[in-house]
């Protein structure tokens, strides 16, 4: 039906609408022009939704802003509708998004679909409208268990006078009866921000971690509303809307919250930086911690950033001035840590028919004797499953599958060999290298570690944590928990003992951070543990990380990872971009891409291909990764130069896709 002259009228006031359309191309990563018809006047506000022709095609976008002109010589498009006039994009997440798809040199459209949930016309239509004030400020609490950190008091005067403290926080183990009580001691900076009347988000890596801040803050008597991927697409989407009408200025989730649009930001508070959770797996990529670092400096709000453990990146946020470290005093590091050992060598699995059987030196065995008169114990496993790798029993070599190649694993006591690529049974499996046709374990998964331990101690509970079976809480009857790492359920009034296990298979990773995550892992289960209990950890102790587990010293740790990384030219100490794709495309990328004279460019080298997912596999192409550092200085000049090149390929329309990825989780 053709449009009469009402339809085609442009309105008098402010005509031209400036849209973000939603294409990820990088050649078309800037806003475009639009007439506003006169009919959607009223409707056409800026942060609303909008349907737009481009390219013949009908698209989403965002209406940025309306105003008398535009730069463009040419003929304007009308707005074809407004989806919604709710102002979903406010200017402050605008202008965040922006300055994330800068520094990860991504779009503006991929980075917006991470900030703002998908519509839900039902949710938006029934949610109170913004009219609705927000709960009046709370009292300023007491310091609660601040009194333990020596700059605690400091720190929670400059959130109540509204000042940009940031704090680089090291947590100390709990005094709470139910574990660590670093809830509470959230909550309650947390509830001092918002008696100052401003907004608080909090980023939490998982929903276990998140039902316990939940918790924490509603006994705080603080309203808030708490926003995670599985409460649905309705209700976390009216979660949302109060928190953007302004119902609400408190907000805790998982990596998704780190864009809430909260008004008036006073805090920002980030737990646990390193685990990868914290990592967008979506183009561009970015770090919950690096966002809401860059969110707090641009709207001048408070930054506590920690866990029990600290990284390297903020480490580099503390050398650099930004943050200023927060740890407990010694007398309270003493009276909260549990006692740490490490494990001596496994010769001592002969001297006692029972660690023979239970995999166990001595010392970790009479450890968890002694703890499950007590109490349950803590037992972490590095790895799920049963038998997680396998190898020849006379020669050693890794056992492989014939169709793909990939690792084979057992799956339960009886269980046949099975692939853990591409999901082959190996029935008939014997050894390419000497015929073979017997297995050894290579590494022990938490399924075989259970089962042993049920052998060497009859009678004793073995509950399992880990995989689609997370267990949250357990009660304090005497028990064996198998967990791997981050599945620990928490335990009513605290473990008895905790012990470490295999060491060595989170220390030998292939990767920079091999060191960091062991340690990391280890003082997350430790501090589950009751003040002064023991914790055993199989490992050697002369390591490094070892050391730091012992002496609970995570901090100094940190600092050495950083002068290491620094000498060898690794992050956080420089910036680095990794460009995989097929060897010719990565090769004319980085020859084409104009990248700054200080940049240095290591490789390309062939990368491993990924996991088959069906039988037989197909075929993959080759593929290569070429890394580039530079100076931190020169970052954004960096991703300046790398989102150019994408924009020249994607509107050459060239061929095999290249992905781009700053500041990698993992450089292997």
Not at 458 to 474: D, E, F, K
Not at 660 to 667: G, I, K, N, R, S
């Amino acid at each position: 039906m053709a449009k009469g002259p009402k339809d085609q009228a442009v309105s008098e006031r402010l005509p031209v609408a400036r849209v973000a359309v939603d294409i990820s191309l990088a050649h078309l990563d800037r806003p475009f022009d639009y007439l506003v018809p006169a009919r959607l006047d009223q409707e056409a506000v800026p942060g609303c939704r909008v349907r737009v022709r481009f390219a013949g095609q009908l698209v989403d976008g965002y209406l940025l802003e309306r105003s008398e002109t535009s730069e463009h010589q040419g003929k304007l498009a009308r707005l074809e509708r407004v989806t919604s006039p709710e102002p979903v994009l406010t200017p402050e997440i605008f202008d965040l998004a922006r300055a994330v798809a800068d520094r990860y040199a991504g779009t503006l459209a991929d980075v917006l679909r991470l900030a703002i949930p998908p519509r839900h016309a039902a949710a938006e239509r029934d949610a109170p409208r913004a009219a609705t004030s927000p709960a009046p400020a709370p009292d300023r609490p007491g310091p609660g268990s601040w009194d333990r950190y020596p700059a605690g008091a400091a720190f929670m005067a400059g959130l109540a006078e509204g000042r940009p403290v940031r704090a680089a926080w090291s947590a100390i183990p709990g005094s709470a009866q139910d574990g660590p009580d670093w809830p509470g001691e959230i909550a309650v900076a947390a509830a001092t921000t918002a008696a100052a009347g401003r907004g608080v988000v909090i980023v939490v890596p998982d929903a276990r971690d998140l039902d316990r801040v939940d918790a924490a803050l509603t006994e705080a008597a603080l309203d808030h509303v708490c926003l995670a991927a599985d409460l649905g697409p309705a209700e976390r989407y009216r979660r949302w809307l109060a928190v953007r009408r302004g119902q609400v200025r408190v907000v805790a989730g998982t990596r998704a919250a780190m864009f809430a649009p909260v008004a008036g930001l006073g805090l920002v508070v980030l737990w646990d930086d390193g685990d990868d959770l914290h990592a967008e797996p979506r183009a561009p990529y970015p770090n919950a911690r690096e966002v809401l670092a860059l969110r707090a400096h641009r709207t001048g709000a408070a930054a506590l950033i920690g866990g029990f453990a600290r990284t390297a990146e903020v480490t580099q946020l503390v050398a650099g001035g930004w943050a200023r470290p927060l740890a407990g005093s010694p007398e309270a590091l003493r009276q909260a840590a549990p006692r740490v050992r490490a494990a001596p060598d496994e010769a001592e699995l002969a001297r006692d028919a029972a660690a023979m059987t239970a995999r166990l030196p001595s010392l970790a065995l009479r450890t968890a004797r002694g703890g499950l008169a007590e109490g349950p114990v803590l037992v972490q496993v590095p790895r799920r499953g049963y038998l997680a790798a396998v190898a020849c029993a006379r020669c050693r070599a890794p056992a492989r599958c014939a169709t793909c190649a990939g690792p084979l694993e057992v799956g339960g006591s009886h269980g046949t060999p099975g692939c853990r690529w591409c999901g082959a049974l190996a029935a008939e499996w014997s050894c390419a290298h000497c015929g073979s046709g017997r297995l050894r374990a290579l590494v022990t998964g938490a399924a075989r570690t259970a089962e042993e331990l049920g052998r060497a101690f009859p009678g004793v509970p073995v509950r399992a944590s880990g995989g689609s079976h997370v267990i949250a809480a357990v009660p304090a009857e005497p028990a064996l928990v198998v967990a791997t790492p981050g599945a620990e359920p928490v335990a009513q009034g605290g473990y008895a003992a905790a012990l470490l296990l295999d060491g060595w298979a989170l220390l030998g990773r292939p990767s920079l951070r091999a060191a960091e995550e062991a340690l990391r892992r280890w003082l997350n289960a430790a501090a589950l543990v009751r003040p002064g209990a023991p914790v055993v950890v199989l490992a050697e102790a002369s390591q490094p990380a070892v050391q730091a587990l012992i002496r609970w010293d995570p901090v100094t740790f940190s600092e050495r990872e950083l002068a290491e990384r620094a000498e060898l030219g690794f992050p956080p100490a420089v910036r680095m971009a990794s460009v995989t794709g097929p060897p010719e495309a990565v090769s004319d990328f980085v020859g084409t891409a104009g990248l700054p004279e200080r940049a240095e460019v290591l490789g390309p080298v062939p990368v491993e291909p990924a996991p088959a997912r069906q039988d037989p596999p197909a075929p993959e192409p080759a593929r290569e990764r070429a890394l580039i550092r530079i100076g931190r200085r020169d970052g954004l000049e960096l991703a300046r130069a790398l989102h150019a090149a994408q924009a020249t390929r994607s509107a050459r329309k060239d061929g095999g896709g290249v992905r781009v990825q700053l500041d990698p989780a993992e450089v292997a």
